[in-house]
């Protein structure tokens, strides 16, 4: 229910009058088509909401944000619907930072954290009212009920999201207007907002923003739950291509299986799937996908469920597209997986962030060496001023993970990448090594080998738990899992 001081106000006071401007193809809206359409509605079945899943840890996120920035405004939007081709739009998903204080997953709201005289703040969401008293409910494609179904309204969201008031977003620009010029707002999501931001304020917006990141560096037991189920989604994701993998003729048809996985079990794949089979594995970011599945090569799939509290799996297993590796394939897979056991030995409270990836990269060079395919020593080739192992492997083994694949990027370096783990982090462990099919330094046989095994791991009080260990990693247990998978198809 809304409070007494913010009761909604009735919608037509907030509406436009008229129809919204038809689009180039349409007919127009005759006045009798307007009135006829403005009648005859029966009373609306409102109300029945319930909080929204983890409503009490979005609150107490919201709490810690207003401890940590006493007696000051604070705007965070979460950004609008993005055109993908003239009036036709990309599927919208909230901003991070605005969905991890909320779980609102409408467009164009913004939460406003008003201080009060205490010291704290009381939450405001601005949202679109629900209602049917203007003509925008059938002629508005972009926000008209009839074209994109309903929206929660005032009263909706103040009853979902437990903010302490919600009001018209048509009255935001009246209340930045009035509050203090030396607010924080969250930058980059509302051309509206950052209109209102004045250079003087860029330090203060990047406090704000780097808080917030770094606030969400440590996980809490909902947030790890979610990540669990993303990462149960991808493996049936991945059980689907391998289901497949005799038949499927192309890389696009591989991303096509596991994006249907994507949206059947959550929102979307939480990044662009990486499905890349033979040389194209050397292209770190290959996402065209527009090659061949070809037998006897290997097929690297990174990919991960996004799953409906945006929580995102980051899954990578490099997969035989026959079924087995080969010789040379087989030496090189099982060099990086060692890499990998060395790096996730690494994960434990205390140690530095890095400690994973230097673990990796001397299993890797002492691989490379005795492989014969690096010519100096592993001791010379780790030096800081040589780092010539990278030639074959480039990035290191982890990132943080979480509402984004790339979670908490805006944290100060040595809040991160030369911080330490702490228990509830949750990170990605993903050594890799990539021959490209011209590199002269490395043997014929190795030529256009990419392979990444990549898990998803959060630190815990004795070390670590990995997330996705029920995704087999290991040679022989890759092969077993292929198997099975075609034999259950059979």
Avoid at 186 to 197: C, E, K, M, N, S
Avoid at 242 to 263: K, M, Q
Avoid at 367 to 378: F, R, S
């Amino acid at each position: 229910m809304s409070t007494a001081h913010d009761a909604p106000r009735p919608a037509s006071a907030d509406a436009p009058v008229a129809p919204v401007a038809p689009a180039s193809h349409d007919t127009g809206t005759p006045p009798a088509l307007l009135d006829f359409m403005l009648q005859g509605w029966a009373p609306r079945a409102d109300g029945g909401w319930q909080p929204v899943k983890h409503a009490a840890a979005h609150r107490a996120r919201r709490d810690a944000l207003s401890r940590r920035f006493p007696g000051e405004t604070l705007v965070v939007p979460t950004g609008h619907e993005q055109v993908r081709a003239n009036d036709t739009h990309f599927r919208f998903r909230p901003g991070s930072d605005f969905f991890w204080l909320t779980g609102c997953h409408e467009a164009d709201n913004v939460l406003v954290l008003e201080p009060t005289a205490d010291g704290g703040h009381r939450s405001v969401l601005y949202a679109e009212p629900a209602h049917r008293d203007s003509a925008a409910f059938f002629t508005d494609r972009k926000k008209g009920e009839l074209w994109v179904g309903a929206r929660l309204g005032l009263e909706g969201s103040l009853a979902s999201f437990g903010v302490d008031a919600c009001r018209p977003l048509a009255d935001l620009d009246a209340t930045l207007a009035a509050a203090d010029p030396r607010r924080r707002a969250l930058r980059g999501f509302a051309p509206a907002v950052d209109a209102t931001r004045a250079e003087a304020n860029a330090e203060r917006d990047t406090e704000l923003a780097t808080w917030l990141s770094e606030a969400r560096l440590v996980k809490d037991v909902g947030e790890i739950e979610e990540l669990r189920l993303s990462i149960d989604a991808t493996k049936k994701g991945f059980d689907d291509v391998i289901l497949t993998l005799r038949t499927a003729p192309t890389e696009r048809w591989v991303e096509g299986i596991f994006g249907l996985r994507a949206r059947v079990e959550g929102n979307d794949v939480g990044y662009g799937t990486i499905a890349a089979c033979g040389s194209h594995a050397c292209v770190l970011h290959w996402t065209r996908n527009d090659g061949a599945l070809t037998p006897g090569e290997l097929l690297l799939l990174d990919a991960g469920v996004e799953g409906h509290q945006l929580y995102t799996a980051d899954i990578t297993r490099t997969l035989p597209v026959s079924g087995r590796f080969t010789a040379p394939q087989r030496r090189i897979y099982e060099l990086v997986w060692r890499a990998q056991q060395a790096a996730f030995a690494a994960v434990r409270p205390g140690n530095d962030f890095l400690a994973p990836n230097r673990a990796a990269m001397v299993v890797l060079a002492e691989g490379l060496h005795a492989l014969g395919i690096l010519q100096v020593t592993p001791e010379e080739a780790l030096r800081d001023d040589r780092q010539l192992y990278k030639r074959w492997t480039l990035h290191n083994v982890s990132h943080m993970l979480g509402i984004d694949v790339h979670d908490c990027a805006k944290a100060r370096q040595e809040s991160y990448k030369f911080g330490k783990l702490e228990v509830g982090m949750v990170l990605t462990i993903e050594p890799g090594l990539y021959f490209q099919p011209d590199d002269a330094t490395v043997a014929a046989e190795y030529r256009g080998i990419g392979i990444r095994i990549e898990d998803d791991v959060v630190v815990t009080a004795d070390g670590h738990e990995n997330l996705s260990a029920h995704i087999p990693t290991d040679a022989d247990a890759v092969e077993a899992w292929i198997a099975d998978v075609w034999a259950k198809r059979a």
